[in-house]
């Protein structure tokens, strides 16, 4: 468990780490990106090596109707975290919705996988989009929507939240976790 403790720290770490230490960051310069990518990246391989090895009380696991509702959160999050919301028209007022859309990967996740390790990972992903947005929002409080879109778009990229969650069960299924029930 404590690999995905690690884990989860460094994600949130590397994400605030600009907002905690401006000066810090800011004198970094540029290389100060590849060194974030790597805590990131380091971040992502602890969380994933961390919940396969973690153990922890089962509260809940895969039901045929929390699998229906785990999938169809995950086509709204994988619209939410495409370009769909900022070209379209249906969401191009929404301020943060690649963050909204992790939120409801984080939220779909929870539903089927009840179990402490993923409280730790889903749940602390979860807890760091929602801090992430009111820190966002109070650091840059001015913010202007984008131009509105059109409706074609949204499904455009609907259809293709669509096929790529076809595509993720699939990998997910190899995986041994299979996702479509």
């Known amino acids: 468990m404590g690999l995905l403790i690690l ?7 590397g994400h605030f780490f600009k907002r905690v230490a401006p000066g810090a960051r800011a004198n970094m310069g540029d290389k100060g990106k590849g060194v974030i990518a790597l805590v990131l990246a380091a971040s992502i391989l602890l969380m994933i090596f961390g919940y ?26 994988l619209y939410f975290m495409s370009p769909g919301p900022r070209k379209g028209a249906l ?3 929404m301020r943060h919705p690649m963050l909204t859309g992790f939120l409801l990967w984080t939220v779909a996740h929870l539903l089927v996988n009840g179990d402490t390790p993923s409280f730790v990972l889903f749940g602390g992903l979860g807890l760091w989009a929602i801090a992430e947005m009111v820190v966002i929002n109070r650091a840059e409080p001015d913010w202007t ?21 076809v595509v993720i069960g699939f990998v997910h299924t190899w995986l041994g976790y299979p996702a479509f029930g």
């Open 7 to 13: 884990g989860v720290a460094l994600w949130w770490g």
């Open 52 to 77: 396969r090895m973690a153990d922890g009380a089962f509260f809940w696991g895969r039901h045929p109707a929390t699998v229906g509702i785990n999938n169809l959160l995950m086509i709204a999050a």
């Open 91 to 93: 969401f191009h007022k």
């Open 145 to 165: 929507p984008h131009a509105k879109g059109s409706i074609k778009k949204d499904a455009i990229f609907v259809a293709a939240s669509v096929v790529l969650l």
